[in-house]
């Protein structure tokens, strides 16, 4: 049988290089913000020719304009562009670079600075959005396992691996930002909710096999009923996914550019997550039962002092 609560300690410190990687990165590079959290210029444009929005954002792309905003009106031909913050020649040049690409083109109106889109108070909202969540997750995993000795821990272990595939996310796309020049946007934001719910939902299912099994073997040591409890649940896990895996992979293979960040992060969350689920969530839960992080928090001082 595969003893995977035996190398707990290395999981642990995989994790903890990971995380700290990725704050080293939101340290240096922070996020790059997309356009709905900056200000921006915003211009309403016409064609004479049928020209479609798939088009025209193809033709904002090739004038590296990549990531503007494009939303059309009932009356056909008229679009609503929003951009990063023009100046008044960027304007023209950009008027010029799309009636030589799709036609003749009518400019209606240009607001040179208008606010972002999604404000600060948004941004705040999400954080207390998912601080709420977090909360609720903390009380339901106890709730659900009030039965067991120490059912705080289950609900704390869990929001742990929770926040572990948060920061990898936040960490990875940083570093994205500050090499390749991504940006987050909405869908980002989308992407990360998704992972917190994916993360909570594989830790409970092996949570639950646990508590089953610590029922059935009530004289079996902790370790164990946890190591085989992960090994039973081990191939549902991985076929649950790969299979969220493969559906995400052809998303980002064939819907393309407009979903690429909710993609990518489901990526990186459907990794994490199955990680966080077999390699963090219960092997916290054996080092508390076992007094090692306790005896972990009691060498920092004394390392501290020693230094």
């Not at 990526?267 to 689920?277: C, D, E, H, K, L």
């Given at each position: ?26 340290a ?148 994205l930002?500050?090499?390749l ?6 869908m980002?934001?989308t ?34 009923v ?40 489901l ?11 077999l ?14 992080l ?14």
């Open positions: 049988m595969f003893d995977i609560v035996g190398k707990r300690l290395w999981y642990i410190v995989i994790s903890g290089v990971v995380i700290l990687a990725g704050i080293v990165s939101l240096t590079f922070g996020l790059k913000l997309g356009i709905e959290f900056e200000s921006g210029s915003m211009m309403t444009v016409s064609f004479e020719e049928d020209v479609t929005e798939e088009a025209l954002k193809n033709e904002l792309a090739s004038l590296d304009y990549g990531n503007a905003i494009v939303q059309s009106f009932e009356e056909e031909g008229s679009y609503l562009i929003r951009l990063p913050e023009l100046s008044n020649e960027a304007k023209d040049d950009l008027v010029d670079g799309l009636a030589a690409g799709l036609g003749d083109i009518k400019e209606s109106s240009f607001d040179k600075n208008v606010s972002p889109m999604v404000a600060a108070e948004t941004g705040r909202n999400t954080f207390w959005a998912v601080f709420v969540a977090a909360i609720g997750i903390l009380l339901y995993v106890t709730w659900a396992f009030h039965r067991m000795p120490n059912p705080f821990r289950y609900g704390t272990c869990a929001i742990i691996a929770l926040v572990h595939d948060a920061l990898v996310a936040l960490g990875t796309f940083s570093l930002g500050g090499l020049g991504w940006e987050i946007d909405l980002f934001v992407g990360v909710l998704a992972v917190v719910g994916y993360s909570v939902n594989d830790t409970v299912v092996i949570f639950d096999r646990i508590r089953e099994n610590l029922t059935r073997y009530t004289r079996a040591d902790f370790r164990t946890v190591n085989n409890s992960l090994v039973e649940t081990l191939s549902r896990s991985m076929n649950t996914s790969l299979t969220t895996l493969f559906v995400v992979l052809a998303l980002q293979l064939f819907v393309g550019e407009s979903i690429q960040n909710f993609a990518v992060v990526i990186i969350g459907v990794i994490t997550g199955t990680y966080s689920s390699c963090v969530a219960p092997q916290l839960l054996v080092a508390w039962e076992k007094g090692e306790a005896r972990f928090f009691r060498w920092l001082p004394r390392r501290g002092g020693r230094q």
